[in-house]
């Protein structure tokens, strides 16, 4: 069992794009300890790595990042009996939850060393009734700030659909209108 396993911060900023580029969000707790759960672990001690698979699910304060395999590579130095999280690396149905903010791509890479997630493959992003679609979400966990592009998308996606990409590579999105006051 790994319960000393310390995978360092997952945090996420989410935020909404008016083009490409989102605005900054709160700031995620990143001291916060990181529990997870899958249904299968595998440690590869001598390849410095860990896989999960099967409905994994990683929570951090009030964010959720679920997928069906997780790959979590670490340095071989040991922190407090933890060792050291350099890269995680989640495939299949990857869904990164806080409060009201919801993205989901098919692979998403968390850079421990650089500080940074990157969701890539048909990725959307909502909160509230507003969604955004593109084919990358990379978030920069010390700046807060959170861009999405149209790069990034392959086959398999409907034109015209939400979350869907033509070869153009767009970022596509619809935006709510908050009512008018006295209406």
């Keep these: 069992m790994m319960t000393g396993l310390s995978m360092l911060p997952i945090g996420l900023t989410l935020a909404l794009a008016a083009s490409s580029s989102a605005f900054a969000q709160t700031r995620h707790n990143t001291d916060a300890p990181i ?18 698979s099967g409905n994994v699910r990683i929570t951090q304060a009030e964010m959720t990042l679920t997928a069906a395999r997780m790959t979590v590579s670490y340095t071989g130095q040991v922190v ?9 690396d989640a495939a299949g149905g990857v869904t990164v939850s806080r409060p009201e903010q919801t993205a989901r791509s098919q692979y998403a890479v968390y850079d421990l060393n650089r500080r940074v997630i990157t969701m890539v493959g048909a990725v959307t992003l909502r909160q509230g009734a507003n969604n955004i679609s593109g084919g990358r979400l990379s978030i920069d966990l010390d700046t807060g700030r959170a861009t999405i592009d149209g790069s990034g998308v392959r086959g398999g996606a409907t ?18 209108v908050p009512k008018r006051s006295g209406q």
């Design 80 to 88: 407090d009996g933890s060792p050291q999280v350099s890269r995680l």
């Design 35 to 52: 529990d997870f759960a899958a249904q299968q672990i595998e440690l590869q001690d001598r390849a410095n790595r860990v896989l999960l």
């Design 159 to 176: 034109p015209g659909q939400p979350g869907a990409q033509s070869s153009g590579g767009r970022v596509t999105g619809r935006f709510s």
